[in-house]
């Protein structure tokens, strides 16, 4: 149970401060200008359960997997699917669903994800590993 606490937290950091520079210092301007209409004010507890959710299923579809087969390079490709997929599930319904959604926010959302969710799961595991977390 440590070492899965361990884990959560590395993700968690890795991931929100990733995301965070994200958000807040590369995309921001994209976003508002692509999205404006669309863009409201943050809620922090739907964007705290996402974080939680998100980080416990990079756990166990990629983390702990990787840890398990001693495999980085499994942290990063599970990883980057996961990335691909969740970020895919939002970003392609709100193409076949909103009217006006951009197709270029789509396609620099679904390389976002896939790439953030690789390095977090790549980051985490090294660190296990480095650390020896078992």
Do not use: H
């Not at 965070?20 to 976003?31: A, F, T």
């Not at 999205?35 to 964007?47: D, E, S």
């Not at 390079?73 to 709100?94: I, M, P, Q």
């Amino acid at each position: 149970m440590k070492t899965l606490i361990k884990l959560f937290l590395t993700a968690s950091l890795s991931f929100f401060i990733l995301d965070m520079l994200w958000l807040l210092l590369i995309s921001k301007k994209l976003y508002q200008d692509y999205l404006g209409t669309l863009l409201g004010q943050v809620r922090i507890g739907p964007a705290a359960l996402f974080y939680v959710l998100y980080v416990l299923g990079m756990l166990f579809f990629a983390i702990t997997p990787a840890l398990a087969k001693e495999s980085l390079s499994y942290a990063w490709l599970a990883g980057g699917f996961l990335g691909l997929l969740c970020y895919a599930t939002f970003d392609l319904t709100n193409l076949a669903t909103l009217r006006d959604w951009p197709v270029l926010i789509t396609v620099i959302d679904l390389v976002w994800g896939t790439v953030i969710t690789a390095v977090v799961s790549a980051i985490t595991v090294a660190t296990a590993q480095y650390f020896n977390w078992r």
